[in-house]
Each structure stands twice: as C-alpha cells, then as structure tokens.
C-alpha cells in the first residue's frame, strides 16, 4: 500500500515538471559606500521577484537574470539610500555594473544592527534558507546546528545536540529575546517530536559555541538566537511530505502599520520508526501553531506579541523485537515478545509581549514580558518476554546465522507514572546606546519558575522465574527469611518547587582603529541572583576583535569570561527523585582564541575559520545520559574541564550553492569519586559536511548531502559507579541525501495568463534518502541480567535506510 501510495505521488509531481525555460544572463559587480569602501551583504533583488543575492564580504556580487526582457536590479542595505539599475541583456551575456549606495540617516532596525556587531565576536551568521534543502527528518533550525563545529547530537529524531561537552541542558535559546525551553519529560526522539522553531518564520539564525557576551545568560555552553520576520507584503509557503504537512502565511495591512505572521505545522513518525527493530502500533501526532504580530504605534513606538501552542502525543503498542549484536565471531540474537503499552502527552504554551521605543536615533529601549507553560505526562506498563542464543557464526555451516545455543531467558517489566506541570514568568528590559565609537548595552530581568511533579517509575527483571537480584536459597528451612522484593531504578517523589531569579547585565563595545587595524573591544559584566540556594554569581567577560588592515582579510578573536548556570527542576533532582537543598550554580571558566580568514578559490569567497578553547567546570553536577534522558546525581562533588579546537570552512564550492565542512577534536573529563573520569559527553573526534550542488546542464536540479561522523560516547552498565562507565558506544556515522527538482521559478512562462500556477512564486519537489548507507548506529544499550548476574548490553539502534518524498511551494 505505501509503495502504491509513492508510485502516485511521484507520478502526479513529475507530470508537472514539463515545461518551458528563458536563457539567461549574469550582472556581476562591485557595491561601495561614498568613500569607496565596500559594502558587505548589501541586497539585491530582481523586481517584482523574490529572487536575488547579497554582497560578499568585499562588496562583489553576481546576480543571474532573464535575457531577452528589461530587469530592474533594486540595491540596498540599512542605513544607505536605495538605488537601482535596469538591463536589458542577451541570452548568456554578462554585464558589469559597479553601484555606489548614499549613506542616509534611516534608522537601523534591531537585527541589522545586531547582525552587523555581531561579525567581531563568537557568533555565526547562517542563512536561513539553507533549511529548505538540508535532507533531515525533522527539516528544523537545529539540524543545521547540529553541522557546526563544536556542535554533536547523536539522535537524528531529536532537535536536541551538545556543544563543546556540555549536555543539552546547557544551551540557551531565544526567540525575538524571549527564551524558549526544551520538553523535561521526553526520554527519547521519537517521543519528542517538532522543535519550537519553527523555519518557515525565521529571518535571521545566529549561533555562538561559547565565550557570548554578557548580554546572554544564564547557561554554560552555547546560545541559538532566533529573529523571526517582520512581513513587507502578503507571502506565504506549505510543504507536503510523508511525514507531515507545514504552512504558513505572513502580510500586512492598515498601511503596513500591522503585520502578521503565523505557521502550523503536523508531523508523524510513524511510516520512520516501522523501520525500528522494536515492532508494533506506533502512533505518534505532534502539533502546533505559532505567530507574531507587530503594530507600528509611531515612528518610535513598535509592539509585538508571540504565540505558541503545541498538543504532542506519542502511543505505542510494543508487539516483538529481534535484534542481532556482537562480532563477527562472536554473534548473538535478542528476541522479545512485549505486552503493554506507552501513552505520552506534551503540551505547550508560550506567550510574550514585546514593547520597543526609540526615543532618539541612538537608543533604542525594549520591554519583555513573557509566560511559558508545560503539561506532560508520562505512562507506561510495558513487559517483555526474552531469550538470548548464540548464533553460528561459521559460513560454512548450514545452520550459518541461526541461534545453536541459547543462553538465557528471562523477562521484565518497566512502570511509570510521571506527571509534570510548570510555569517560567518572565520580565525583561533591554537598551542599547550607540555612542560616537562606543555601544552600550544593558538590561534587567526577573524570572519566576514553579514546577509541581509527581513521578513514580520502576523496573523490575527476572530470570527464568527468578527475581534479580536473586534471593539466598532456603530450602529445608522451617521458617525461611522473606526477602523483600527488589525494584530496580525506582524513582518516586511529589515535588513542588517555586524560584526567583533576577539577572543584570551591562557591557560596552568599543570601536577604533589602531596601528592599520580595525578594533572591537567588548568588555561586560552579568549579575545572577537564585531564590533557591540565595547565591549570587558575578560573571566579568570580555572579547577582542583584531582585524589588520591586510590584503587578505583576517580577523582575531580572544575571549574570556565566567557562565554560571543555577540549577534548574531538572538538575535540582538526584537519582531517586529528591529534591536536594542548596545546591550551587555550576561555573565555567572559557578561555578562546580564534581567526576567520576570507580568501577566494575558483573565483568565488570563502572563509576558513579555526578557534580553540579551554573550559575549566567547578561546583559541576554530575549526571548520566541515556538518550535524551538526563539523570542527574544532585551533588556539586565533583569539577572538571573541557578542552579542544574547531575548524570550519564554508563557500561556494559549486557557484551559486554554500556548503561547509565541520570538524572538531575535543577532550572532556571530571574528578568524581577519586578519579579523573571521562564525561558522558566526550566525543573526541566530530566531522560534519553539507554539500549543495547543481546536476550540470540542468540547474533547476539540485542535490543536497549531508555527512556525519562521531566518535563513540562513553557508557557503562546501570547502577555501576562512574569510574566503571568508561566503555565507548561504537561511533556515529550517517549520510542523508536530498534531490530535488524546481518545477516553478523565476524563469518560468505560461502562455496562459489564466493559469492558477501563475500565483506561485517558486515550486520544489524533492526526494529524501535518509541513511543512505544503511548503517546502524547505537543511541543506548538494553541491559539484560542472567540468573549468574552476566550482563548483556543489547544495542537499541536508530532509524534505516528511509525515504521521504516532499513537495514544497511559496507564493
């Protein structure tokens, strides 16, 4: 039925690529200022289209256009007059315009003039755009994340990832200033579901693996900083795909006064996890709807208010489960029959009002106020039946791959009943003042978090009739010893847990130039205090931006600074689900030192950026990972570091497509218990790879890639000390691929001006080959005990081979 399904679709999408297509020709230039200084990523569109380009870094462009029609090319950038040229150009011709923009006194608006400060510190600038082709199970912003340097995630299913040893829990995310938070209960990927951020109406990505400015708080290892539009005219975009439906729509009215702008997203795992070892009646259903709204009150008054609501469920009836582990001459087989099943729920709510007001054209004041709510639970009573055999491993023998001797059977049983409902209140003011070479930001913010839970989880084993741990034998006993029953990983607690937190923070940004060099010195400090433990944290923090004045440019960067991290609901806990008083903020100490140099190759801009860093952990927390859940021991025991370097080069290795590649080598460890011990986190070696490219002769194809590689994450058995989970999951490796084709584009013709297709703007469909090598990659392990107490580690594997096939349009 499901091939019968995909052979239709593939035949209604393709009967619509026929088709006519325009020759076209090549603008290409140079954009400066008054001074003749260049003008980077200055904007070009092509009229009455939304195609266009941006200016490298040193002010060069080049731009395809339709021959044959007179274009009009608009230029512009913030804080220049716009301006524009028309051509009138011959099939494959190319023409030269160099433009000269006029600085005006136009007010910058908020993310240009963070974007464009932003170039001297850690941050990354990454084009939204890229989402669309990137092949990826979740298609979210955390999927280009995830191939950044410093940057791993192990679980394709999930948006979560980890940046330079830190866990997940360590990295802020905002949205339009207001930080949005991750599901606590989720234990795995496929119970997650859809990111917050939703791509469709996201304008700006910015992406920092450490050493932030003081204006971000309060975590230990990275921020995500979402902008999402501010809508000029009435647009709009839908996806369909085997996995879901998305779509969303933006305009304005009232003179533009007002704008709008929403998106819904519906996505189901299920035709993926079919392909899990674990079979049975999965069904999965995520959903949500989000939206801003902007009034423009007065040429210095803006509001805006943001919308979010999701409904997650995930259900799963377990039937059986075969999976095969070992080596190749030593094999084994795990075949489980399951009775029970799992109900999850997630919903969610975010709302935030933002006020801004410039009363002069150097400040500009902002204030927040947002509510983020959480309703989970979790529930499940699921047995399994099992029996492990040794497989014969010789291939010569006719009982080659089957199960010649069995060692062991046995069964369990896993309980949970865990309920959680919280609430995050936030107040915040931000200003900024841009004075002569100086820009000086503060801000102000209170914070109110209350989360009542109610857990109860447990797991009991046997084997072969026998409980384990199994009791002292008495038989011939008159009057036996009653051994209680033992549960394993017992978890029960009723917590109901009310904090305040109030951060300030104020820095500085000074720009000169000396020596025939441009110079950003940011120096700033952020103040922490936590209701829960009455502690307060000062953390100072400073960068410096060198950029000589040199034929190749190049720029250094060294950074430094504290980042304490007061515990949250999550790490305030201890194994068993206590409430542990006076816990303290994590700290970690960063050092960086970095270099981005710009150079081009076969004519087109590149740029090569390398940083390294020492991070230095006290009043850590410890903790344990199995898939994304986190268990954390509810101690401050224990310091420990983390240390390495990143490199990345990103470019138009194909013209007209970036791409980038990845690779880190870190080092994480911690003195726990008497011993130096690896972090759960500790993947030495990163290498990640997205490729764009074009089919030769046919442009309006293009194929997407991309590759994944990570060393194996320390693990060990349960219960076991920390100092013994030193084993290493085999490592990660993944190649996705997209392929797809455009059906509608600028160059597009219809002879008939009645056709309905004529309303969109641009058509993809695209076929999505997901592990595309067939590798089986380990998320955890299932730890089964024989009746001797022997301990086998059955490997719980993610997805296959997958295909996916999307259409994709915007109008």
């Known amino acids: ?121 850690t941050f990354s600038r990454i084009d939204p755009k890229t989402i669309t082709f990137i092949p990826s199970m979740n298609s979210s912003v955390e999927d280009i994340i995830k191939t950044l340097p410093g940057v791993s ?66 975590k230990m290892s990275s921020v995500l900083d979402i902008r999402y ?14 996995m879901g439906a998305n779509a969303h729509l933006e305009g304005t009215f009232a003179k533009k006064r007002f704008s709008y702008l929403i998106g819904a997203r519906y996505k189901t795992n299920t035709y993926i996890l079919k392909g899990l070892d674990t079979k049975g009646n999965y069904k999965p259903r995520f959903f949500d709807i989000q939206g801003m709204l902007y009034y423009d009150v007065s040429e210095k008054v803006e509001i805006s208010l943001l919308g979010y609501y999701s409904n997650n469920a995930y259900n799963l009836i377990p039937e059986t489960r075969e999976t095969s582990f070992g080596t190749l001459d030593e094999a084994y087989k795990i075949t489980i029959y399951f009775d029970g099943q799992e109900v999850d729920r997630y919903q969610n709510w975010l709302s935030g009002l933002t006020v801004t007001y410039r009363p002069t054209e150097k400040m500009r004041l902002r204030f927040i106020a947002s509510v983020y709510q959480t309703n989970e639970s979790e529930t499940y009573d699921i047995s399994g039946e099992y029996w492990i055999g040794k497989l014969e491993t010789y291939q010569g023998s006719s009982e080659y791959g089957e199960v010649t001797e069995v060692l062991g059977v046995g069964s369990y049983m896993d309980h949970a009943r865990n309920y959680l409902d919280g609430s995050v209140f936030n107040l915040d003011h931000r200003g900024t003042l841009d004075k002569n070479a100086h820009q000086i930001d503060w801000g102000i913010r209170y914070q109110y978090s209350y989360f009542a839970s109610r857990m109860n989880e447990w797991e009991l084993q046997d084997s072969a009739g026998y409980t384990l741990p199994r009791p002292i034998d008495s038989i011939g006993f008159f009057n036996p010893d009653l051994d209680p029953l033992i549960l394993k990983n017992v978890i029960k607690s009723n917590q109901n847990l009310g904090t305040s937190l109030i951060s300030a923070y104020a820095q500085d940004t000074w720009t000169f ?70 816990l303290k903020s994590q700290t970690s100490i960063q050092v960086l030192a970095g270099s981005d140099l710009y150079f081009k190759a076969w004519g087109r801009p ?48 194909v013209k007209g497509a970036e791409s980038w590649a990845s690779l880190s080598f870190m080092k994480t460890e911690e003195y726990f218990e008497g011993s130096w011990i690896p972090r759960p986190t500790d993947q030495r070696v990163n290498l990640s790879i997205f490729f764009q490219d074009y089919i030769p002769k046919f442009p309006t194809w293009k194929v997407a890639l991309t590759l994944v590689y990570g060393t194996g994450l320390p693990v060990g058995p349960p219960d076991s000390p920390r ?19 455009q059906l509608i584009g600028e160059r597009t013709h219809y002879k008939n001006p009645k056709n309905v297709l004529r309303a969109f703007k641009s058509m993809w469909v695209s076929l999505e080959i997901f592990n595309l090598l067939q590798l089986s990659n380990t998320i955890s392990y299932l730890w089964i005990t024989d009746i001797t107490n022997r301990q086998y580690a059955i490997p719980n594997y993610m997805t296959p081979r997958t295909f996916n096939l999307k259409l994709f349009a915007t109008f």
Not at 15 to 23: F, G, S, V, Y
Not at 178 to 191: A, C, H, K
Not at 229 to 242: C, N, R
Not at 539 to 545: G, K
């Open 1 to 121: 039925m499901m091939f019968r399904q995909v052979t239709i679709i593939l035949v209604f999408i393709f009967c619509l690529i026929w088709r006519t297509e325009a020759q076209v020709a090549t603008v290409s230039g140079y954009a400066s200022n008054e001074n003749g200084d260049p003008i980077e990523y200055a904007n070009l569109a092509i009229k009455g289209t939304t195609n266009g380009t941006t200016t490298n870094k040193k002010g060069f462009f080049s731009l395809d256009v339709p021959a044959n029609q007179e274009v009009v090319i608009l230029f512009s950038f913030i804080g220049f007059e716009r301006d524009s040229i028309v051509v009138n150009l011959p099939p494959l011709a190319k023409h030269v315009a160099n433009i000269t923009l006029k600085e005006t006194s136009t007010e910058l608006s908020t993310i240009e003039v963070k974007d464009e400060q932003l170039r001297t510190n």
């Open 153 to 218: 995630s192990r679980d394709e299913l999930s948006s979560q990832y980890s940046v330079r040893g830190g866990n997940f829990d360590e990295n802020l995310v905002f949205v339009n200033n207001m930080e949005v938070y991750r599901p606590f209960l989720v234990r795995s990927g496929q119970q997650e579901g859809m990111s917050i951020l939703n791509p469709d109406l996201v304008s700006g990505i910015l992406f920092s693996a450490g050493g932030f400015d003081a204006e971000y708080g309060d």
């Open 229 to 242: 539009k501010k809508p000029q005219e009435f647009a709009g975009s839908f996806d369909i795909s085997l």
């Open 513 to 582: 130039k000396l020596m025939k060099a441009d110079i950003a010195l940011t120096g700033g400090v952020r103040a922490i205090y936590y209701s829960y433990n009455n502690q307060v944290n000062i953390n100072p923090r400073i960068n410096l931006a060198v950029k000589p004045h040199w034929r190749t440019e190049t720029t250094f960067r060294i950074s430094s600074g504290y980042y304490s991290q007061p515990p949250t609901a999550r790490e305030l806990t201890d194994l068993q689900g206590n409430l542990i008083p006076g």
């Open 606 to 653: 590149f740029k090569f950026v390398a940083e390294a860093y020492y991070k230095y952990i006290k009043n850590l927390i410890p903790y344990e990972i199995d898939n994304l859940n986190i268990r954390y021991y509810g101690t401050n025991d224990a310091h420990g570091y983390a240390t390495g370097i990143d490199f990345r080069i990103n470019g138009e290795f």
């Open 723 to 741: 100092s013994a989970q030193t084993l290493r999951i085999p490592p990660y490796k993944r190649v996705d691929i997209g392929i797809s084709k």
